[in-house]
């Protein structure tokens, strides 16, 4: 993020959502607590950094692949999450957030 030289996340195909505010040198775990693990896209609101879209379900089509149930949004970076709908997408591989 522009404004956060330092901070990155990371969405893994079954293996949650992960944040560094070290550049990379310790992560943490964001996303734990949700139905799924399946990530396929992450995206930063370019107005604010502390809201956050989460897109499930891997978008890899590969015959082991790992579903989701939609879509999330967090307004305080990560500490909490809620269901934003999508529920049968199983694969969003991308997000786009509209800029103000």
């Keep these: 993020m522009p404004s956060q030289a330092n901070v990155f996340y990371v969405g893994a195909a079954d293996g949650g959502v992960w944040k560094t505010d070290d550049a990379g040198r310790t992560w943490q775990p964001i996303f734990d607590q949700q139905p799924t693990q399946s990530i396929g896209a992450i995206a930063v609101a370019p107005s604010d950094s502390s809201i956050m879209y989460v ?12 579903v989701g149930n939609g879509v ?29």
């Design 72 to 100: 999330y949004r967090s307004a305080d970076g990560g500490r909490s999450w809620a269901h934003r709908g999508l529920t049968d997408g199983q694969q969003i591989a991308a997000l786009a957030v509209d800029p103000p």
């Design 55 to 66: 897109g499930s379900g891997e978008g890899l089509h590969r015959p082991d692949l790992s």
